[in-house]
């Protein structure tokens, strides 16, 4: 089946420093999302990229979607302690009906 | 902005027992999904469901598992004999109509069979 993997799994930085995770799949994906779970929290949605290269921002942080349309990535600029939380990329199949979750990669910031 | 409803945030039972996990979706959203998340873990997904029926189930969601949509606001995940390794924070969530949409996850309930 339908496999996505995300690096890297963990990532410390400091505060003012840039992030950025990759995501790819196993298989050509009809769109991919990006969610945040903040510790103790539940996925929330932060982006859909549909398009082959498509390149989204929102604020500080830049969304891709490759050519193939089998990778990803989130780079966020300057990071902030706001942004910790683990990173998640999640491949659609093409009904859209089910979202295959990558490993998430868990961002921790030092002020 | 509105929320998907979990119930009840944590429940804790016997290996054996039966569990009814509860969720009202947001009103307007016509697809409606069970995940989980063991521990640490990557977000698995369970189970879709669209017109009143299942539309997608992972090998996760065996015939242990079953899905009811019982009246026009709740969304239950039922699982009949429960596992020790049943044990995770399932999140329910659903979506508008249209393969565009980003899903809108409950806060989840935390599931420990002992």
């Known amino acids: 089946g339908q496999q996505v993997m995300q690096i890297p799994q963990y990532q410390h930085v400091q505060e003012g420093e840039d992030f950025t995770t990759y995501c790819n799949s196993s298989t050509t994906l009809s769109n991919i999302q990006w969610y945040k779970q903040r510790p103790g929290g539940h996925p929330v949605f932060l982006i859909q990229l549909v398009k082959s290269g498509e390149v989204k921002k929102q604020k500080r942080l830049t969304f891709q979607f490759g050519e193939a349309k089998k990778n990803s990535s989130l780079h966020i600029t300057a990071t902030q302690t706001t942004d910790v939380g683990t990173y998640f990329c999640?491949?659609?199949?093409?009904?859209?009906?089910?979202?295959?979750f990558g490993g998430g990669t868990r961002l921790m910031v030092k002020p | 902005e509105p929320e998907v409803t979990q119930t009840p945030s944590h429940q804790v039972t016997q290996m054996g027992q039966e569990v009814i996990l509860r969720c009202v979706p947001i009103?307007?959203?016509?697809?409606f999904y069970w995940y989980r998340q063991i521990l640490g873990q990557k977000v698995e997904f369970l189970v879709s469901?669209?017109?009143?029926?299942?539309?997608?189930k992972s090998e996760i969601f065996d015939d242990q598992f079953s899905v009811e949509r019982p009246d026009g606001s709740n969304f239950t995940l039922k699982i009949r004999s429960t596992k020790l390794e049943d044990s995770a924070m399932y999140f329910c969530a659903s979506r508008k109509l249209g393969p565009s949409m980003g899903y809108t996850f409950g806060s989840g309930t935390r599931l420990t069979v002992v």
């Open positions: 469901f669209y017109n009143n029926e299942i539309s997608e």
């Open positions: 009103s307007n959203h016509l697809y």
């Open positions: 999640a491949g659609a199949n093409n009904a859209g009906n089910m979202l295959t």
